[in-house]
């Protein structure tokens, strides 16, 4: 893994020095969402020389994302790049000697266990409920612990999800359906609260990786860094023992349909995302001459942007569709029927 004089301070503070530092440099992380924690998660995770990480996000860099992701800038931003590929520009140039696994997909129940098959640990990035109970599923059915965290406005919370030990996150989170409408493009988020979050996150995912469980943290903490409230919730209150998922191991949102496609709504931002089940290869020199004339088009060697209407169209090789400018799935499925097909 190359020369461990760029882990010297590591090393000191290591309770078992270089044999921990070789633990680390054999494991495998995963990390879902590379947007505002999952840029700092990953920047931290190469700078400690993890073994391999794998990198999962379906988005491109906007501007807006630069005030709190960490990995991006200008540049990014103009080129319209795909999230995990600049990050992984970024992360090579920090570390050499990580391997970083880049996916630029819509992590959902057709493709998860394969990305995160043989991972020690899977990090949550996400900026949503459903993908975090998928992970759960995953979490649960494969046995790989993961590390819940969110942030919105000043607050942030996490906590550590490790198979047959804690209570899985359907115990803490029981009502899968209820949503309430804070995020952070309705709320805003001061970028500190993502680090100090990241920065939970990734000191419980060290205990992990160098397998010293002494002092893993068995609650949920929540914090508030603009009031200075800072709360522990201790597990030992949450334990559900009728889980459909940890105690009956129903895994619901690995169940959903593999035909088709998955539409969902970007929260707050008036936008739908269809992405197709099928196996797709998406040449976009088919699609520059029938939408050439549709509107502006901007083509980069990820995606394909067209201005139709008052909508804002992003393919990508794989099929996938972002359409921003209306938050209706009829308007949307209509759309990708018509300028992709089904």
Not at 19 to 28: I, N, P, S, W, Y
Not at 152 to 175: D, K, Q
Not at 214 to 232: A, G, H, P, S
Not at 276 to 288: L, S, Y
Request: glycine content about 6%; hydrophobic content about 35%.
């Amino acid at each position: 893994m190359g020369s461990t004089n760029k882990y010297s301070r590591q090393l000191l503070f290591w309770p078992e020095g270089k044999k921990d530092q070789e633990k680390l440099q054999q494991k495998v992380v995963t990390i879902i969402g590379i947007g505002a924690l999952g840029t700092a998660l990953a920047n931290h995770l190469v700078r400690a020389g993890v073994g391999e990480i794998r990198i999962v996000d379906r988005d491109f860099v906007e501007e807006s994302n630069l005030q709190r992701q960490m990995l991006f800038d200008e540049s990014d931003a103009r080129e319209h790049k795909p999230k995990v590929v600049a990050a992984k520009e970024k992360l090579t140039a920090i570390n050499s000697t990580v391997t970083i696994v880049s996916y630029i997909e819509d992590i959902n129940a057709n493709n998860i266990e394969a990305i995160v098959e043989g991972s020690h640990l899977i990090l949550d990035g996400t900026d949503n409920m459903q993908t975090r109970f998928l992970i759960n599923d995953v979490s649960i059915k494969l046995g790989i612990p993961w590390i819940y965290g969110g942030v919105v406005h000043s607050r942030g919370m996490t906590t550590t999800i490790i198979p047959n030990r804690t209570p899985c996150f359907r115990c803490l989170f029981p009502n899968v359906e209820n949503g309430h409408g804070e995020t952070c493009d309705t709320l805003g988020v001061l970028s500190t609260v993502v680090h100090v979050i990241a920065s939970y996150q990734i000191t419980e995912a060290l205990k992990l990786l160098i397998e010293d469980e002494t002092y893993i943290r068995e609650e949920m903490l929540q914090i508030d860094v603009w009031k200075n409230d800072f709360d522990l919730f201790p597990f030992q209150l949450s334990l559900n023992e009728t889980c459909p998922c940890c105690q009956k191991r129903n895994f619901e949102f690995l169940s959903k349909p593999n035909r088709g496609y998955f539409v969902s709504s970007l929260c707050g931002r008036d936008s739908i995302q269809i992405s197709p089940t099928d196996e797709r290869k998406i040449d976009f020199n088919d699609f520059v001459p029938k939408w050439g004339h549709l509107g502006t088009l901007i083509q980069t060697p990820y995606l394909l942007r067209l201005t139709y209407d008052e909508y804002q169209l992003s393919l990508f090789t794989n099929g996938r569709l972002f359409i921003q400018g209306t938050n209706d799935q009829t308007i949307a499925k209509r759309l990708y029927s018509t300028l992709v097909g089904d």
